[in-house]
């Protein structure tokens, strides 16, 4: 089991750009959880995924922001025209059933760094 | 929505001793309560969690507490060691959300 990979670990645009980082949750598992880590704002919720369907992208700007799941094992999530406050670490996590029931296993993460 | 709110944003024990961080949540609908703990540089990982049916769950040195009436809980690690210090988070799950505290540094001073 090589837990929920995240690609790339690190990601530097230039303001303006796109940037798109790939998850691949752990086999198996149904829900897929898009999560944003920085210093001042912590761990921000951006999107949730069961059995590849979106269920709430509450989280998630709307207008530079968007994620997929086409299949069960990958899921991306694709910021267009990066601004600097979009610096961050961007976490993927998974798990077997959906937040209520189970712990959420999470990637490395990708740090993007928009200049 | 959901707001989970992490008390302690620094604690120093001392080898040994325990550590207890607190945490309150206002989603009365809130039924599940985990807690991860992220290392430098790295992710989150699962540590213990805790669901609303209960009010005190133990797993080796980590005891979790949840008070529904004043919608607090907290992780009460015992016999701390140094390899124990990292940032704690807590959560609730609201709605098949997960909705995250700020985090608590632990130092373990040897």
């Known amino acids: 089991n090589a837990g929920v990979i995240q690609t790339p670990r690190h990601k530097v645009t230039g303001k303006g750009q796109e940037a798109t980082l790939w998850c691949e949750p752990i086999?198996?598992?149904?829900?897929v959880f898009w999560y944003r880590q920085t210093i001042v704002q912590g761990l921000e919720f951006l999107t949730y995924f069961r059995n590849q369907a979106p269920i709430d992208d509450s989280g998630m700007p709307k207008e530079r922001f968007s994620a997929q799941m086409p299949n069960q094992s990958h899921s991306t999530l694709k910021i267009q025209s990066t601004q600097p406050q979009d610096s961050a670490v961007y976490l993927c996590?998974?798990?077997?059933?959906?937040?209520?029931?189970?712990?959420?296993?999470f990637g490395e993460g990708s740090k993007l760094t928009v200049l | 929505g959901e707001k989970v709110e992490q008390h302690e944003s620094t604690l120093s024990v001392r080898e040994g001793d325990s550590a207890v961080i607190n945490c309150t949540y206002t989603?009365?609908?809130?039924?599940?309560f985990p807690w991860y703990k992220q290392e430098a540089g790295k992710s989150l990982h699962f540590v213990i969690d805790i669901r609303s049916n209960v009010d005190r769950k133990q797993s080796q040195r980590l005891i979790v507490l949840l008070d529904k009436k004043a919608k607090r809980f907290s992780l009460h690690i015992t016999a701390t060691q140094p390899e124990d210090s990292a940032i704690y988070f807590c959560a609730a799950s609201s709605n098949n959300r997960i909705f995250f505290g700020d985090g608590t540094q632990l130092v373990v001073k040897p």
């Open positions: 086999s198996g598992h149904s829900a």
């Open positions: 989603d009365t609908a809130s039924s599940y």
């Open positions: 996590a998974s798990s077997l059933v959906g937040a209520n029931t189970g712990q959420l296993y």
